[in-house]
């Protein structure tokens, strides 16, 4: 493989485990809402929403366990399980969205 060679970079690529890097992208994640606690900037409800998001990824990681253990399939084949998981990814952003637009119209007034 050259290095210009973009077929062979992207069979590289595609070799790549992407376990480590979900894991890695946590401390990151974890820096904002630490940032986002202490600077007092960030409306609260919204805050719990980025919050809450990280109990939709706990859930989800559930949910999947479950899927392959007990179905034998991936998480986005057992609906139930699948839409169950994704419930918490709405409420979380249901909850960003209500932070953010109460926060706008308290500014307004």
Do not use: C
Not at 2 to 18: K, N, R, W
Not at 22 to 36: D, R, T
Not at 52 to 66: D, E, G, H, K, N
Not at 68 to 86: S, T
């Amino acid at each position: 493989m050259t290095a210009l060679d973009p077929v062979g970079l992207l069979q590289t690529l595609g070799g790549i485990d992407p376990a480590p890097f979900f894991g890695l992208s946590l401390l990151p994640y974890l820096a904002f809402l630490w940032w986002s606690w202490r600077s007092g900037r960030m409306p609260r409800l919204a805050l719990w929403g980025f919050a809450l998001t990280l109990l939709f990824v706990a859930v989800t990681i559930a949910a999947a366990l479950v899927a392959e253990g007990v179905y034998g399939k991936q998480l986005a084949d057992v609906d139930p399980l699948h839409g169950g998981a994704e419930l918490f990814l709405t409420l979380s952003n249901v909850l960003v969205l209500l932070g953010f637009s109460r926060a706008k119209s308290e500014a307004q007034q």
